[in-house]
């Protein structure tokens, strides 16, 4: 009797080693993809080691970054966003013609941008919860929109494609240096997108791993009917994260505004398929449930060191295309690992 007590332990309680928990989790791939990728261009470009170099990576990796992370988060929810790189546009978009137009403060417009884009958020999580369409149709019907809208009433009121400048407005210098500021440490320039993405990463990876709402996330994406029978807002937490990915289009479009004063109208089409790309690069699995909110770092490395390699920029997007196929193979071995560990 004791033998058999003794020889079934449960293997919740068993101890575990270092390199099983590092199977378990899902940055893992992210890591591993980022270390090769430095590794390579290193090696494959003499410029990519300088500090000016490494800063002019860090800064495409934060404006991609800077979205891509609550893509993860919606991700590993189970859903999609086909309108966040459009947003991001619609978002500076509504400062600069809000602020012209009535001629106030700058920061009128910054924060009658806020709620414009958190609006568009939530429309997206509400026609989801309410439709039950497929994220895919929902966000895809909001991109078209918004394009419409973003070009539309750009030509109206400017009577161009573009924005006019408020450089001169009340509130512009300090609004600037909120959202596109910069520091020059001798060669090395940094800017204050890194730091948002930095900051970014580590809010939403406390999220994850150290609050309900985290886990509320994971239990949405695994299986909406599951988690809302053990009690999960499951609306709550879809529109939440929605309204994140809004929260960050208008970050990063504040900073498009601030840095070059005026905007174009087209920009942001296609950006969405960047974002999805950092995020699936990061660890997360298209069928939701599982990821992570790092990802962004290597597609800055890969752009960059495309050209500090000196190789024809016209291959871009077919490293990119190979880089998400080998992030997604290596994502999918190690869960297979942790799995059967």
Same mark, same amino acid.
């Given at each position: 009797?004791?033998?058999?007590?003794?020889?079934?332990?449960?293997?919740?309680?068993?101890?575990?080693?270092?390199?099983?928990?590092?199977?378990?989790?899902?940055?893992l791939?992210?890591?591993?993809?980022?270390?090769?990728?430095?590794?390579?261009?290193?090696?494959?470009?003499?410029?990519?080691?300088?500090?000016?170099?490494?800063?002019?990576?860090?800064?495409?990796?934060s404006?991609?970054?800077?979205?891509?992370?609550?893509?993860?988060?919606l991700?590993?929810?189970g859903?999609?966003?086909?309108?966040?790189?459009?947003?991001?546009?619609?978002?500076?978009?509504v400062s600069?013609?809000?602020?012209?137009?009535m001629?106030?403060?700058?920061w009128?417009g910054?924060?009658?941008?806020?709620?414009?884009?958190?609006?568009?958020?939530f429309?997206n999580?509400?026609?989801?919860?309410?439709?039950?369409?497929?994220?895919?149709? %929902?966000? $895809?019907?909001?991109?078209?929109? =918004?394009?419409?809208?973003?070009? @539309?009433?750009?030509? &109206?009121? /400017?009577?161009? #494609?573009?924005?006019?400048?408020?450089?001169?407005?009340?509130?512009?210098?300090?609004?600037?240096?909120?959202?596109?500021?910069?520091?020059?440490?001798?060669?090395?320039?940094?800017?204050?997108?890194?730091?948002?993405?930095?900051?970014?990463?580590?809010?939403?990876?406390?999220?994850?791993?150290?609050?309900?709402?985290?886990?509320?996330?994971?239990?949405?994406?695994g299986?909406?009917?599951?988690?809302?029978?053990?009690?999960?807002?499951?609306?709550?937490t879809? %529109?939440? $994260?929605y309204?994140?990915?809004? =929260?960050?289009?208008?970050?990063? @479009?504040?900073?498009? &505004?601030? /840095?070059?004063? #005026?905007v174009?109208?087209?920009?942001?089409?296609?950006?969405?398929?960047?974002?999805?790309?950092?995020?699936?690069?990061?660890?997360?699995?298209?069928?939701?449930?599982?990821?992570?909110?790092?990802?962004?770092?290597?597609?800055?490395?890969?752009?960059?060191?495309?050209?500090?390699?000196?190789?024809?920029?016209?291959?871009?997007?077919?490293?990119?295309?190979?880089?998400?196929?080998?992030?997604?193979?290596?994502?999918?071995?190690?869960?297979?690992?942790?799995?059967?560990?």
């Open positions: 009797m004791s033998a058999t007590a003794g020889a079934t332990v449960d293997e919740r309680l068993a101890p575990t080693s270092l390199v099983r928990r590092l199977l378990g989790r899902p940055e791939g992210a890591v591993v993809g980022a270390l090769a990728v430095f590794v390579f261009f290193s090696f494959a470009a003499d410029s990519f080691l300088r500090a000016s170099s490494l800063s002019t990576v860090l800064y495409s990796a404006t991609i970054g800077i979205m891509a992370v609550p893509v993860a988060l991700m590993i929810g859903e999609f966003d086909l309108s966040a790189g459009v947003m991001v546009t619609t978002s500076a978009l600069s013609m809000f602020s012209y137009q001629t106030a403060n700058v009128v910054v924060l009658v941008s806020l709620l414009v884009t958190l609006a568009i958020g429309f999580g509400f026609m989801l919860t309410r439709t039950k369409l497929p994220s895919f149709i %929902i966000t $895809l019907g909001t991109f078209l929109m =918004l394009t419409g809208l973003n070009l @539309g009433f750009t030509k &109206l009121i /400017s009577g161009s #494609v573009s924005t006019k400048t408020i450089a001169d407005m009340e509130g512009f210098s300090s609004a600037r240096a909120l959202f596109a500021s910069q520091w020059n440490i001798g060669s090395v320039t940094l800017k204050v997108t890194i730091l948002w993405w930095f900051a970014l990463v580590a809010v939403a990876t406390w999220i994850l791993l150290r609050t309900r709402a985290g886990n509320w996330i994971f239990a949405v994406g299986g909406a009917d599951a988690a809302r029978a053990t009690g999960v807002p499951v609306v709550k879809r %529109i939440g $994260l309204m994140g990915v809004a =929260l960050c289009a208008w970050i990063s @479009g504040q900073h498009i &505004l601030f /840095s070059f004063d #005026v174009q109208s087209g920009e942001g089409v296609g950006n969405e398929f960047l974002y999805i790309i950092a995020a699936v690069i990061g660890g997360c699995l298209m069928t939701g449930g599982y990821g992570s909110a790092i990802g962004a770092f290597i597609f800055g490395m890969t752009s960059n060191g495309i050209v500090y390699a000196q190789w024809n920029p016209d291959w871009f997007k077919f490293f990119l295309g190979a880089m998400l196929l080998l992030a997604t193979l290596l994502n999918a071995w190690v869960r297979k690992r942790a799995e059967a560990k």
